[in-house]
Each structure stands twice: as structure tokens, then as C-alpha cells.
């Protein structure tokens, strides 16, 4: 019996006039590594982003909430200092990336290391300096520390619903989604945070001045900051070099340069330069770095030795001069090749409900001043409901005041103690908050 042949189905070829469109290998595999990377890394950016890199509107990221916040409820604002191990244990409650995450988070934010220009911890032994890459900080058992006195104005009003609470990451306790700050912490001190496609570079000004211009705006939302902040105030000095364009960006826009010249004297006895302040960007050691550099190739030929002469009193690095050189012409020239004359990069980048946004000085006020006010007005209206509920007792207290003596025989006359309130209600017109309030009055 003859087999049939089996046709083998071809799949029909597209002709010119078909709408198809053909992909090679390697647009579908880009297509599916997009896809994955919108799947899988689209939420981890987010996480970045709004967890962990940018600053709220209360000026702090979580890391930094999450430590102050545990210090405020182990009693360290009016207490003595405690050992830095047992704050960075019990900030685990809330922040469990580790404690070596949270100690150096806890440094930076420290008087004597000298990062900030309103330090919150007081900070006691080695927590390093800012200014020097190679000063290392003390480990945490044998450093001291508890909360600086402005620390009062993070968390004034914080137990009057002012803020929302939120579960831990555990669920076991609850942490403030912010903190209800009395003055713009978000501008007061420097803030660095690097996210995924994004970044945030916040420079520090002066508290009066920024208070000052607070004022001006709830007045005045047009006011002329350029008038209240006329440029920003580093922690570690420095001298800027002042342009009103540049500046003007800043407080309009959140974007701009502002270039800091390192401050220098002359020492004429000892034929030295002594460098005490420099650009909060860089560091001692990369200063010397580089000059280093250019003394070996021959650019800088006046320089006969360097040294770090930094101690308890301060930074101090002191460059010893050839006979006969001339430091204001010698520095003119380090100026323009090394670090000590250096540009901060202003990115006002800030979380607002959750949302990254680039705003000025201005805009950072005005949405201050917005947190502000709806603090203010969860407090107010938290108080108000507290002194309602004392109202509606006292009401209660005087119905029963004005007859005690038929109060009196109507809880001696209840048998079962269940009923002493319900019979308090009827006999008195009241309801059951206000006779249970008066029934638990003590008779003296």
C-alpha cells in the first residue's frame, strides 16, 4: 500500500506591501534585557531614590532620621552621653543596614568632625575630621555621644501628632515619616546624595541669615533674598569668590557654581604660608597630593618643604618657601593648579511628597513654610481636642458637683459596681465618658 506524501508546511514569506516588521537577534535580545531592566530595576532606582540618597523637606535622609530619632527616645537629649556602640545597637530597631552604615552616618553628623555647619551629636573622642581623608575616626566602643541642645527644635511638638508615624521595618515600634523641624534644616547644613541616575548636592548657609529670610517670605513671597543670603556659608571657611549670576541661579533654580579660595597667612619670621581654611570639596591630603605632583614635574620650583601641621587647635598646613619668593605670586598660581582654589557644584535636589524635585532657595522655602504651617496646624488642632475632652469632663464634674450628696447615695445604693455608672448617666443627664470619669474621682 502506498504511503502518502506529507506536506511540509512553510511559513509564507512577507511581500513588500505587508505592514511586518522583522527583528534580528540582537534587537530581541535588547528588547528583553529592557523589558527585565524595567521589571527588576525601575523599583530598586525608586528605592534609591526616595529611601535612601535625597533629603525631605525636613532635611534629612532616612538614615539620618532613623539615628536621630533613636537618640531622641533613648533619652539623650538631656541626658548624659552614652557610648556610641549602644546608639548605633538600638538605631538597628530601626535602620538594620548595619552598624558600620550607621556609625559612619553618626560621625559625619558629629560637632568634632566637622562636617556640618549646625552639627547635631555631641560628639566626645576621635570622630576624625572632615577635612582630612586619612584622619580616621575611633571605632564605636570607645567614642561618646548624645544630641545636641538645637536638637530640642527637630523634635518640638513631636508626641502632638504633628507628623505621621509609620511601622518599622519589622513592625515592632514606629518611626516619624519626618521631623517637625522649627527652622529650615534642608539649607542650614551641606547635603551629598548620589542616587541611581540622579544626584543632589545641597551647599549650607547661614542659619540667621536663612531664618531671616524665612520671615521675609511668609511676608513677602517676592522679597529679594539676594538682600538676606548673599552666598553660602561653608563650615570650613574658605573665601568665595563672589558672582551675582551664579548666585542668583542658585536661589531661583538650585543649580549653579560657587568657586572657595582656600585663607592663607604669611608667617615672615619662619619664610612660610600657613594654609588654615580650604574648599569644603577637598581634603587636606589631596591639596598635598598635588602639589607634590607638580614640585616632582618641575611646575612649582619656590616650595622647599610641606607639612600637615593640623592638631586640637584646628587645620593648619604650612608650605616653607625658597629665600626670596614671593608668597602672594606663589599662591596666585596654586590657586589656579591645585585644590585650594575649587568649585562646590549647587544641585538643590529634594524630595517633595515623594517626588525628586531641582528648586531654589526660594521654592525650598516656600515648601518649607507649607511643612511648617501644617505642623503648626496638627498641633493646634491636637490640642484643641484635648482640652475639648477636659471640657466635656468638667461639664460632667459640675452636674455632679451641684448634688454630690445625691451622687453619693446613688453609688450607695447600686448593688453590683456595674451598675454605679449607668446610674450616675440617668441620674444625672450625663454620658458614659464623663460617669466613669466621676466615678473614679477618690472621696477625701
Not at 240 to 257: K, P, T
Not at 373 to 382: D, L
Not at 416 to 429: A, S, W
Amino acid at each position: 500500500m502506498a504511503r502518502k506524501k506529507e506536506k511540509k508546511l512553510t511559513p509564507a514569506r512577507p511581500q513588500l506591501g505587508d505592514n511586518v516588521e522583522i527583528l534580528s537577534a540582537g534587537e530581541v535580545l535588547e528588547s528583553a534585557i529592557t523589558d527585565t531592566l524595567e521589571t527588576n530595576y525601575m523599583p530598586y532606582a525608586m528605592s534609591v531614590i526616595v529611601s535612601r540618597a535625597l533629603p525631605e523637606i525636613d532635611g534629612f535622609k532616612p538614615a539620618h532620621r532613623k539615628l536621630l530619632y533613636t537618640m531622641y527616645e533613648m533619652g539623650l537629649l538631656k541626658g548624659n552621653r552614652t557610648k556610641s556602640a549602644n546608639i548605633v545597637g538600638s538605631t538597628m530597631h530601626l535602620n538594620p543596614h548595619g552598624d558600620a552604615a550607621i556609625y559612619d552616618t553618626m560621625v559625619r553628623m558629629g560637632r568634632s568632625n566637622e562636617s556640618l555647619l549646625v552639627p547635631f551629636v555631641d560628639s566626645k573622642g576621635n570622630f576624625g575630621k572632615a577635612y582630612s581623608r586619612d584622619m580616621a575616626y575611633a571605632a564605636a566602643r570607645y567614642t561618646e555621644a548624645k544630641l545636641e541642645p538645637v536638637c530640642d527644635e527637630l523634635f518640638r511638638d513631636i508626641d502632638k501628632d504633628t507628623v505621621d508615624f509609620v511601622p518599622n521595618y519589622d513592625g515592632t515600634t514606629t518611626e516619624p515619616t519626618l521631623l517637625p523641624v522649627t527652622f529650615p534644616t534642608i539649607l542650614a547644613n551641606n547635603t551629598l546624595g548620589i542616587a541611581v541616575g540622579m544626584a543632589s548636592n545641597i551647599c549650607s548657609f547661614n542659619l540667621e541669615e536663612l531664618c531671616n529670610a524665612t520671615i521675609a517670605l511668609m511676608k513677602d513671597p517676592q522679597a529679594d533674598l539676594r538682600e538676606i543670603i548673599p552666598a553660602p556659608d561653608f563650615v570650613g571657611g574658605g573665601t568665595i569668590l563672589y558672582d551675582a549670576a551664579e548666585m542668583q541661579n542658585v536661589l531661583e533654580n538650585g543649580r549653579g557654581s560657587v568657586r572657595v579660595r582656600a585663607k592663607w597667612s604669611y608667617d615672615k619670621e619662619n619664610n612660610c604660608i600657613d594654609v588654615t581654611q580650604i574648599p569644603p570639596t577637598t581634603t587636606v591630603e589631596a591639596i598635598m597630593d598635588k602639589i607634590t605632583e607638580l614640585v616632582k614635574l618641575g611646575k612649582i620650583r619656590e616650595i622647599s618643604d610641606m607639612r600637615d601641621e593640623t592638631d586640637l587647635n584646628g587645620l593648619k598646613l604650612t608650605i616653607d618657601l625658597k629665600r626670596g619668593q614671593d608668597p602672594d605670586k606663589l599662591m596666585t598660581r596654586l590657586y589656579k593648579a591645585t585644590p585650594l582654589e575649587d568649585s562646590f557644584a549647587c544641585n538643590f535636589n529634594v524630595l517633595i511628597a515623594g517626588q525628586p524635585k531641582v528648586l531654589g532657595v526660594r521654592s525650598i522655602l516656600n515648601e518649607w513654610i507649607a511643612f511648617r504651617a501644617e505642623c503648626v496646624r496638627r498641633r493646634t488642632y491636637y490640642d484643641l481636642q484635648g482640652k475639648q475632652k477636659r471640657l466635656h469632663l468638667l461639664k460632667g464634674l459640675k452636674a455632679i458637683l451641684l448634688d454630690i450628696d445625691k451622687a453619693i447615695e446613688i453609688v450607695r445604693n447600686t448593688a453590683e459596681e456595674t451598675e454605679v455608672v449607668p446610674n450616675l448617666m440617668i441620674g444625672f443627664g450625663i454620658d458614659e465618658v464623663q460617669a466613669e470619669y466621676v466615678a473614679e474621682i477618690k472621696l477625701r
